[in-house]
């Protein structure tokens, strides 16, 4: 859990304080996994993430059955879980 912890600022808190033994975190995929839009591999879920492409363009160059603001968690979009935590985390 440490490398979770350093990997996703706020897990400690997320998870209950700096001494948690269990707790609930939120995790996305891009789904469909590997997405691109419809101009080719080039325009994926990095480059939507990247300046205002998501606000300028997310709804267009669908794919896959989905644009970027459905398929890309920078987007809003993606796949996103709760995940249950148990263990022990002191950090």
């Not at 609930?24 to 300046?51: E, I, M």
């Not at 300028?56 to 644009?67: D, F, P, T």
Request: aromatic share 14%; charged share 15%; hydrophobic share 30%.
């Amino acid at each position: 859990f440490t490398f979770l912890a350093n990997v996703l600022p706020g897990v400690s808190e997320a998870l209950g304080g700096p001494s948690a033994t269990r707790g609930v975190f939120r995790t996305c995929v891009d789904a469909p996994l590997n997405w691109y839009d419809s101009d080719g591999p080039y325009y994926n879920c990095d480059w939507y993430a990247k300046d205002n492409n998501c606000a300028r363009y997310g709804n267009s160059y669908q794919n896959l059955g989905a644009a970027a603001n459905q398929a890309c968690c920078a987007c809003g979009g993606g796949d996103s879980r709760e995940n249950l935590w148990t263990g022990s985390y002191t950090g």
